[in-house]
């Protein structure tokens, strides 16, 4: 099991939603589908309910950065409470990321962008990044991401439709499972 990652993840999303939305000293709730955690923390694949239970009892997530982490089973996905002094870490010791900050800043300011738009911004931040067309079939139309993970290490699926563009952050490892 890798407790760093998934705490680095939760964090990551919240600090994901603290730049969309703002702060606020509350319980967070995160969502998580539960083969999804069982694949990138490493974990045998376990039903909600049993994975709920495991990670319950892990002493590596009673008493964390984030505080006391709890957890439930809910239709498949395992939800997270994070308590609200987690939620006030993440703003006072999580960086904003640049990349993430200018992404979403973009996407607010322009829900009408185009792929063009948002290769610019990842362009600024490293000229390796890649751009690819997604399979026929498939839910996103392209994923951008960085190969070597150090601007980000995540994959941004990204669909236009309606005449809007929006984007969704998959780990590698869901991504890959994605296409699967």
Not at 69 to 95: D, S, T, W
Request: glycine share 6%; proline share 6%; aromatic share 14%.
């Amino acid at each position: 099991m890798n407790p760093e990652k998934f705490i680095q993840n939760i964090i990551d999303q919240i600090k994901e939603a603290q730049i969309k939305l703002g702060y606020a000293k509350e319980t967070v709730r995160l969502y998580y589908p539960a083969e999804s955690l069982c694949r990138w923390m490493g974990l045998q694949v376990m039903g909600a309910q049993a994975l709920a239970r495991f990670l319950s009892d892990a002493p590596a997530f009673a008493d964390t950065v984030l505080g006391k982490l709890e957890f439930a089973a809910h239709k498949g996905r395992i939800e997270v409470r994070i308590p609200p002094e987690g939620a006030q870490y993440v703003r006072q010791q999580a960086p904003e990321p640049e990349f993430l900050k200018d992404l979403i800043g973009f996407f607010g300011r322009h829900p009408h962008c185009s792929l063009e738009d948002i290769c610019k911004i990842f362009a600024k931040y490293s000229p390796d990044y890649v751009c690819e067309k997604m399979p026929e079939g498939a839910d996103f139309d392209y994923v951008l991401y960085f190969p070597d993970g150090n601007v980000d290490a995540y994959y941004y699926c990204v669909k236009e439709e309606m005449g809007h563009t929006i984007y969704h952050r998959f780990v590698k490892e869901d991504y890959q499972a994605f296409l699967a």
